[in-house]
């Protein structure tokens, strides 16, 4: 079957001021759609293409009729040109959706059992720097073709449950070593038992990825932490950044400054503002005997988990601290805050009350 996409006119691809690229075109329609360990669905589809493989964050989708939240939607993406599509798990409160983890697109499909109209789509973009997509040189599994022509089922894969998956087919084949090491007729494999214990600890470790830094630190451009991993300071550290570079916590940051020895985070050079701490869609974080100064925003939490500031300075910022968005079912603690010299606001909430 082949199917004819239309232009959909008026849908209009907006962007944040932070966007990283440029939408090139945008397809409606309807195809089967099939997602690893579902049913197959006929879902109806709009598509956006863009010019370049942009990181994206959250998204706001609006509909001719409002969503409620209660929708059934699938976002699905890929790097490659061809094939590859792979689940972009979310949250969201009605028209807004925010992936619980950036995702890095050259497409993007918006799918649903139900035709959704689909008039505007603002993409709210990010830094977090991408995996070199080397899959895309390989054919897409069950990609099939015929004269030229994509076949009528879309497939997409979900990583989150290819590797619990491969955790329970591990642990399953583990148990089966160890009951045949346990068998008297049969020769011990402890040796197999052993490997697949550590792979098993291998999976699960990688969501535990922990950093420790000390001392003085030249930060010449983005210090991403990503999604799973914790980054901690040692107390007495001391950061310079470079004008317009930042810090950018998906994972969990703890600065752990103590009354002797506080954490500093400042420009490398007078005058030059860099950009701030910047929490997007984070894990629990902590800041202890800190002080930040000459920064854009000192401290902005984007979305996610604001995080505990104990003894935090925030001195001669253009804004002090800004919590834009963050966990309806979270808390945050300020203790001892202190924001001085900072040239517009500084301590604000911007989200909903």
Same mark, same amino acid.
């Given at each position: 079957?082949?199917?004819?996409?239309? +232009?959909?006119? @008026?849908?209009? &691809?907006?962007?944040?001021? $932070?966007?990283?690229? %440029?939408?090139?075109?945008?397809?409606? /329609? *309807?195809?089967?759609?099939?997602?690893?360990?579902?049913?197959?669905?006929?879902?109806?589809?709009?598509?956006?293409?863009?010019?370049?493989?942009?990181?994206?964050?959250?998204?706001? +989708?609006?509909? @001719?009729?409002? &969503?409620?939240?209660?929708? $059934?939607?699938?976002? %699905?993406?890929?790097?490659?040109?061809? /094939? *590859?599509?792979?689940?972009?798990?979310?949250?969201?409160?009605?028209?807004?959706?925010?992936?619980?983890?950036?995702?890095?697109?050259?497409?993007?499909l918006?799918?649903?059992?139900?035709?959704?109209?689909?008039?505007?789509?603002?993409?709210?973009?990010?830094?977090?720097?991408?995996?070199?997509?080397?899959?895309?040189?390989r054919?897409?599994?069950?990609?099939?073709?015929?004269?030229?022509?994509?076949?009528?089922?879309?497939?997409?894969?979900?990583?989150?449950?290819?590797?619990?998956?491969?955790?329970?087919?591990?642990?399953?084949?583990?148990?089966?070593?160890?009951?045949?090491?346990?068998?008297?007729?049969?020769?011990?494999?402890?040796?197999?038992?052993?490997?697949?214990?550590?792979?098993?600890?291998?999976?699960?470790?990688?969501?535990?990825?922990?950093?420790?830094?000390?001392?003085?630190?030249?930060?010449?451009?983005?210090k991403?932490?990503?999604?799973?991993?914790?980054?901690?300071?040692?107390?007495?550290?001391?950061?310079?950044?470079?004008?317009?570079?930042?810090?950018?916590?998906?994972?969990?940051?703890?600065?752990?400054?103590?009354?002797?020895?506080?954490?500093?985070?400042?420009?490398?050079?007078?005058?030059?503002?860099?950009?701030?701490?910047?929490?997007?869609?984070?894990?629990?974080?902590?800041?202890?005997?800190?002080?930040i100064?000459?920064?854009?925003?000192?401290?902005?939490?984007?979305?996610?988990?604001?995080?505990?500031?104990?003894?935090v300075v925030?001195?001669?910022?253009?804004?002090?601290?800004?919590?834009?968005?963050?966990?309806?079912?979270?808390?945050?603690?300020?203790?001892?805050?202190?924001?001085?010299?900072?040239?517009?606001?500084?301590?604000e909430?911007?989200?909903?009350?």
């Open positions: 079957m082949v199917f004819k996409y239309s +232009i959909l006119l @008026l849908l209009l &691809l907006q962007y944040t001021r $932070e966007s990283l690229g %440029l939408f090139l075109r945008v397809e409606t /329609g *309807h195809q089967n759609i099939a997602i690893d360990g579902r049913d197959v669905y006929y879902g109806h589809y709009t598509k956006i293409h863009f010019h370049n493989v942009t990181c994206i964050d959250a998204l706001d +989708i609006h509909c @001719l009729k409002e &969503l409620t939240g209660a929708e $059934e939607i699938d976002l %699905l993406y890929t790097e490659c040109q061809k /094939g *590859h599509w792979k689940v972009a798990h979310y949250t969201n409160a009605k028209h807004h959706f925010r992936l619980k983890e950036p995702i890095h697109a050259l497409r993007l918006i799918s649903s059992r139900r035709e959704l109209s689909v008039i505007d789509a603002q993409v709210q973009s990010c830094s977090y720097p991408p995996a070199p997509p080397s899959e895309c040189h054919a897409a599994r069950n990609h099939n073709h015929r004269h030229g022509k994509s076949g009528s089922i879309l497939r997409a894969v979900d990583p989150y449950s290819q590797l619990e998956a491969e955790m329970e087919a591990e642990i399953e084949a583990g148990a089966r070593a160890l009951a045949r090491a346990l068998t008297p007729s049969t020769p011990p494999v402890t040796t197999r038992s052993r490997r697949v214990r550590r792979d098993v600890e291998d999976i699960t470790k990688q969501d535990q990825d922990v950093q420790v830094m000390h001392g003085d630190q030249e930060i010449t451009e983005d991403v932490v990503p999604v799973g991993s914790q980054l901690d300071v040692a107390a007495g550290s001391k950061w310079k950044f470079r004008k317009g570079v930042g810090l950018v916590v998906y994972g969990s940051l703890n600065l752990k400054g103590n009354t002797n020895q506080p954490i500093i985070f400042e420009p490398s050079t007078k005058n030059a503002r860099w950009r701030g701490i910047e929490f997007r869609n984070s894990s629990e974080s902590s800041l202890t005997h800190v002080n100064t000459g920064a854009d925003v000192a401290v902005s939490v984007k979305s996610g988990t604001s995080p505990d500031m104990d003894h925030v001195d001669g910022n253009v804004y002090g601290v800004q919590i834009s968005d963050m966990d309806s079912s979270s808390t945050t603690h300020l203790k001892s805050v202190v924001s001085v010299n900072n040239e517009k606001t500084g301590i909430y911007l989200g909903k009350v």
